[in-house]
């Protein structure tokens, strides 16, 4: 016998071939619903979201790493001694008499375990402080590990959970704005006809009227309070959604006035998917800084709870004030215009210029609104609702009304706000593109730079040849000239600057 239980030199062989039999399947099941569902997004041409689904698959891997150093290297771990008055210091709980109480380890996990296993993980936790000195503790019991691993797996799946539902129902209220595509399209309001008109009084637009008048014009406070109240209701209305549409192809599509706004908005927000669903390494950081902080009396995890909720609030603000901005500098400059009120996209509205900044701070926001919501879930589940972990009533209602209220807030008015109002920048992306084009563009480009190395590397092997050094030259100035071209494409296309791609695509048409 072994310490903690039966090894498997004692252990039924039926049992063992069970339990393993068990975990296979269920592997493997997961896996093949993985695969399966990989191969229905290439099949519908849904490359963003395959490649949030392989991040996915990234994650679990990294998951499965870490549990792997945690079995490993449990025993060693708990074997790691400190000193009695070290280990009393900084506790989530106050020790009590019955803190070590089996009363204490009942958990919801304990309906799906035998009772058994549990008492031997207790065990085992007992038996490891035989291996440290009088006056000494183990560093951390395995039971602790136990409940570390635990918690670090339900991190992740809340938070691929909550992202992923941020995405499902803040993308379907981006498609509710195809009808207004739609009506574009179907010349209900033709950027053509409009473009035709002789003067568009400025003060009379319904934009203007909705975003300037009355607010920001005399005011900055103003115009920062209808921005931060406008988050909650009519966040984008159609006048808005066809003015920056209007902006958005007058600056970087104006060959293309029926360019479909609305199906780009789509690809962009399922590129970005796939990085707000990963953890990155300062999230991380970010745990571990809570749970260093997670010490009794101090309700860390209460007042955590509020950066993710004023950063949410903050960004919602910011992203109606870029659209309050932009009816802003129309409205100051001009009093009539001839044609369309048309806004001018620009970096300098965002924060740092920079657009990209805000899917970032979204990205902090759902983790750390996951973060507190897996928390509470596991402490639930592990040590049940009156744990001293969990807190008094008064600070668990506020968390889970604010962790409800992010969730909400961030699908159903960030998500679609950081969608719109981030193609206001400087430069578009590359998913302005169909996914075909994309895959052409840089394959074109591609070819041309290594045509263009063996064309250089062939005028060098020539050069001391007279006669074929001009024939040479002959032929590939043409091919030079092109590649030129596709590679100025290339640049533009990543640099998001539209008239070089225009000028570029234009000069090959000619040739």
């Known amino acids: 016998m072994a310490e903690g239980g039966k090894t498997l030199e004692y252990t039924p062989t039926w049992v063992v071939a069970l339990v393993c039999s068990v975990i296979v ?7 093949r619903i993985l695969h399966h569902l990989g191969k229905y997004l290439k099949k519908n041409n849904q490359k963003p979201l395959f490649e949030a689904l392989q991040k996915i698959k990234e994650e679990l891997m990294l998951l499965g790493f870490i549990s792997l150093l945690l079995v490993v290297f449990q025993t060693r771990i708990s074997k790691l001694c400190i000193s009695e008055d070290l280990a009393n210091k900084w506790l989530p709980c106050e020790i009590k008499k019955d ?4 009363a204490h380890f009942q958990t919801f996990f304990n309906s799906f375990v035998p009772g058994a296993a549990r008492r031997l993980l207790a065990e085992a936790s007992a038996s490891s402080t035989g291996s440290c000195k009088e006056g000494k503790v183990p560093l951390l019991s395995i039971t602790a590990l136990h409940h570390l691993h635990i918690f670090i797996f339900v991190l992740a799946v809340v938070h691929v959970t909550f992202c992923a539902l941020t995405i499902l129902f803040g993308g379907a209220k981006i498609r509710l704005w195809k009808r207004w595509e739609d009506a574009i399209q179907e010349k209900e309001y033709n950027p053509e006809e409009v473009l035709k008109t002789k003067f568009t009084q400025v003060q009379e637009h319904a934009f203007i009227q909705s975003r300037f008048l009355g607010f920001g014009k005399d005011s900055a406070l103003l115009g920062w309070l209808h921005s931060f109240f406008k988050q909650f209701y009519g966040s984008v209305t159609k006048t808005d959604y066809m003015t ?18 609305h199906k780009y908005m789509i690809r962009t927000l399922e590129a970005d998917f796939k990085k707000v669903v990963g953890i990155r390494w300062y999230l991380w950081v970010f745990v571990v800084i809570f749970l260093l902080l997670n010490v009794s009396g101090w309700h860390a995890y209460f007042w955590i709870a509020f950066f993710p909720f004023v950063l949410l609030l903050a960004v919602g603000t910011k992203l109606e004030h870029v659209i309050t901005q932009l009816a802003l500098e129309v409205a100051e400059k001009h009093v009539a215009l001839p044609g369309a009120l048309i806004v001018q ?6 924060w740092f210029h920079r657009p990209r900044i805000v899917l970032l701070l979204i990205h902090i926001i759902l983790f750390q609104n996951s973060f507190e919501m897996a928390f509470f879930f596991w402490i639930w589940a592990q040590y049940g609702f009156d744990s001293c972990i969990m807190g008094e009533i008064g600070y668990i209602i506020p968390r889970l009304v604010i962790g409800v209220f992010i969730q909400f807030v961030c699908s159903y008015s960030t998500l679609p706000l950081y969608a719109i109002v981030t193609q206001m920048g400087t430069s578009f992306k590359k998913d302005i593109f169909e996914e075909h084009i994309q895959e052409g563009l840089v394959g074109w480009a591609r070819q041309a730079k290594t045509n263009k190395r063996k064309a250089a590397n062939g005028s060098t092997t020539t050069s001391t040849h007279h006669g074929s050094s001009q024939v040479d030259h002959k032929e590939t100035t043409p091919l030079r000239v092109q590649m030129a071209e596709v590679g100025g494409m290339q640049f533009a296309m990543e640099e998001g600057n539209a008239g070089e791609i225009e000028h570029a695509t234009v000069s090959h048409g000619h040739k």
Not at 244 to 261: E, V
């Open 244 to 261: 920056l549409r209007l902006g958005f192809i007058m600056t970087h599509c104006r060959g293309n006035l029926k360019y479909n706004f």
């Open 99 to 102: 803190a070590f109480s089996t």
């Open 345 to 350: 996209p620009s970096d300098d509205h965002f």
């Open 25 to 31: 399947l269920i592997s493997l099941s997961v896996e």
